[in-house]
């Protein structure tokens, strides 16, 4: 069990049976009376975001997650689906689970799906993934007054800025974490 004490920024407990994770903590501690913690807390499952106020001496029970390294399979009507590295069972996230780290997913990508009993609630993938551009306009000689850089279409039909010398066809590198170009990739 945890208590008030035990509280921060980033601690996941349970609140009436989901888990929750403190997104952000205040202490405070009146001249008269207890100390108050308050927390402003956001679901894991539905990201609804509230706030709460606690008394010194409540206890909490700690959030029942695990991580488990599993591998991206396919997309289907469900959502996607993924295998667990060593039991082979399978697991289905939906799309608003993911977000736009849906992007960024490659078939047979190893990535961390972060567990709540056996429904899984987060993804965690690589720092960096390669992605072929699908769609560029061509750069024109003495274009810069947009500066540098120009938008691009990867192959999962994310849109980036890429610098004017990316090409359609092209293999580049992604930060998975802020979504922006890193360099283009040789073959």
């Keep these: 069990m945890l208590s008030t004490s035990d509280l921060r920024k980033g601690t996941k407990l349970m609140i009436d049976g989901e888990p929750h994770v403190i997104a952000q903590f205040d202490f405070s501690k009146p001249g008269k009376g207890q100390a108050l913690y308050k ?6 499952i539905t990201g ?18 695990h991580e488990s390294d599993m ?12 295998m667990d590295q ?8 939906a799309a608003e ?10 078939d047979n990508m190893e990535v961390k799906i972060l567990m709540f009993g056996e429904r899984g609630i987060g993804i ?4 960096f993934v390669n992605l072929r551009v699908s769609q560029s306009d061509p750069w024109v000689k003495g274009d810069t007054a947009a500066g540098n850089n120009k938008p691009a279409t990867v192959e999962s039909g994310y849109t980036l800025q890429v610098p004017s010398f990316v090409e359609q066809g092209s293999l580049i590198q992604i930060d998975t974490r802020t ?9």
């Design 86 to 93: 060593k039991s082979y069972e399978q697991t289905t996230l």
């Design 124 to 127: 965690t993938l690589p720092n």
């Design 71 to 82: 591998q991206y399979l396919y997309q289907d009507e469900s959502g996607y689906v993924f």
């Design 48 to 65: 609804a975001l509230f706030d709460r106020t606690y008394r010194s001496g409540e206890s909490f029970e700690p959030a029942a997650l």
């Design 39 to 44: 927390c402003k807390l956001r679901n894991m």
């Design 179 to 187: 979504g922006e170009y890193v360099t283009r990739v040789k073959e």
């Design 97 to 106: 689970a993911l977000g736009d780290q849906k992007y960024f997913l490659v």
